[in-house]
């Protein structure tokens, strides 16, 4: 991706180079004629000014945009190889909570690891799920700030594995002078797409001190416990993401419900951060926050898929997401969630 240098507040400084937006490269004709959005450019990416953050610690006269556009008048847009597919309404009104069984200590430890997580992260965003007949008590009642709480945590810590885990791939292909078969552009291409999650609700927030501390302490905690536990075994890792994934689509779907029950009244007719618009090229008459959750849980739901698989293989097997089939007409595993399997798919099926 294209580095460009940034003079804009130090706020935005630190975080623009890797978060500048994306322009859609390959937009397809088939996508402009359904109304898609056109790529974004200097010219075209308006900052939407924002009169309000729900989850800020900062005066409102104070805010300011998180990554305006670059001060750098010869560029007209920064591209990005990773272009998100095109997911239909139908797609991803079909994405389920699911959990795939664990059969072996391998995978009893990545779901227990998870569990422990899951109770953190519920303590730190405050978040409690109501048993049934529960619903009504004010304490379990959640608000558009206090999602978005959840969300940026979930969000920042989520983008951490697939770096990692491409990365490692990356240094052993070099060190064994062997080929990588394809798996680390999927795992960083994941860490993008988990980027561009936390970058979309950073539009729509503003994290007090204690949140960014937080997100400090548990970056530094568990990149270098997922980097030594992936040295020690990769299959219990991607096992892990597989059931953190599990986790991430229950926590969307929920918040779907109860925006669509009319308990985020926030949310009803807000629209979606032009840079999300743009990254999940979101048609015309769907762009409000409601579709926006629509693809965050869909792309959950693929990254599910994709760790519970390469949960399933052997190191050196091709990466099925970018394998080429011999008989194409057999559903196989692909970009994007038109096969999607919930628990992910067996090597016999896809090797
Ligand atoms: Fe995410
Ligand atoms: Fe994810």
């Given at each position: 991706?294209?580095?460009?240098?940034?003079?804009?507040?130090?706020?935005?400084?630190?975080?623009?180079?890797?978060?500048?937006?994306?322009?859609?490269?390959g937009?397809?004709?088939?996508?402009?004629?359904?109304?898609?959005?056109?790529?974004?450019s200097?010219k075209?990416?308006?900052?939407?000014?924002?009169?309000?953050?729900?989850?800020?610690?900062?005066?409102q006269?104070?805010?300011?945009d998180?990554f305006?556009?670059?001060?750098?008048?010869?560029?007209?847009?920064?591209?990005?190889?990773?272009?998100?597919?095109?997911y239909?309404?139908?797609?991803?009104?079909?994405?389920?909570?699911?959990?795939r069984?664990?059969?072996?200590?391998?995978d009893?430890?990545?779901?227990?690891?998870?569990?422990?997580?899951?109770?953190?992260?519920d303590?730190?965003?405050?978040y409690?799920?109501?048993?049934?007949?529960?619903?009504?008590?004010?304490?379990?009642?959640?608000?558009?700030?206090?999602?978005?709480?959840?969300?940026?945590?979930?969000?920042?810590v989520?983008?951490?594995?697939?770096?990692?885990?491409?990365m490692?791939?990356h240094?052993r292909?070099?060190r064994?002078?062997?080929?990588?078969?394809?798996?680390?552009?999927t795992?960083?291409e994941?860490?993008?797409?988990?980027?561009m999650?936390?970058?979309?609700?950073?539009?729509?927030?503003?994290?007090?001190w204690?949140?960014?501390l937080?997100?400090?302490?548990?970056?530094?905690?568990?990149?270098?416990?997922?980097?030594?536990?992936?040295?020690?075994?990769?299959?219990?890792?991607?096992?892990?993401?597989?059931?953190l994934?599990?986790?991430?689509v229950?926590?969307?779907?929920?918040?779907?419900q109860?925006?669509?029950?009319?308990?985020?009244p926030?949310?009803e007719?807000?629209?979606?951060?032009?840079?999300a618009?743009?990254y999940?090229?979101m048609?015309?008459?769907?762009?409000?926050?409601?579709?926006?959750?629509?693809?965050?849980r869909?792309?959950?739901?693929?990254?599910?898929e994709?760790?519970?698989?390469?949960?399933?293989?052997q190191?050196?097997?091709?990466?099925?997401?970018t394998?080429k089939?011999?008989?194409?007409?057999?559903?196989?595993?692909?970009?994007?969630?038109?096969?999607?399997r919930?628990?992910?798919?067996e090597?016999?099926?896809?090797?």
């Open positions: 991706m294209s580095l460009l240098v940034s003079t804009a507040p130090i706020r935005a400084a630190s975080l623009t180079k890797p978060c500048l937006p994306v322009a859609i490269q937009f397809s004709k088939a996508a402009a004629a359904k109304g898609l959005p056109e790529p974004l200097a075209t990416y308006q900052h939407p000014a924002r009169s309000h953050r729900l989850f800020s610690s900062t005066p006269h104070q805010i300011k998180y305006p556009p670059p001060d750098a008048p010869r560029i007209r847009e920064v591209e990005t190889v990773w272009v998100h597919p095109v239909t309404d139908e797609q991803m009104r079909h994405v389920t909570i699911a959990h069984q664990a059969k072996d200590w391998s009893w430890v990545a779901l227990g690891t998870v569990r422990v997580l899951r109770w953190g992260m303590l730190v965003s405050g409690k799920h109501p048993k049934p007949g529960q619903e009504g008590d004010p304490k379990f009642q959640m608000t558009e700030s206090k999602w978005l709480t959840r969300y940026i945590f979930l969000e920042s989520a983008g951490v594995p697939g770096m990692v885990g491409g490692l791939r240094l292909s070099l064994r002078m062997k080929r990588d078969n394809g798996w680390i552009e795992l960083l994941e860490a993008f797409n988990e980027r999650h936390l970058l979309t609700f950073m539009k729509l927030s503003e994290p007090k204690t949140m960014r937080l997100v400090l302490g548990a970056q530094g905690v568990f990149f270098n416990g997922f980097f030594l536990s992936y040295l020690m075994s990769p299959r219990t890792c991607h096992r892990f993401v597989g059931y994934e599990e986790e991430a229950i926590t969307y779907t929920r918040s779907i109860e925006l669509e029950a009319g308990k985020l926030h949310w007719n807000e629209q979606a951060p032009e840079i618009i743009q999940w090229k048609p015309e008459g769907q762009r409000t926050i409601k579709d926006l959750l629509y693809y965050v869909a792309d959950e739901a693929k990254h599910r994709v760790n519970h698989t390469l949960s399933n293989l190191q050196m097997d091709p990466n099925p997401y394998a089939y011999k008989d194409p007409s057999k559903p196989h595993p692909g970009k994007g969630i038109e096969n999607l919930a628990t992910g798919w090597r016999d099926e896809v090797i």
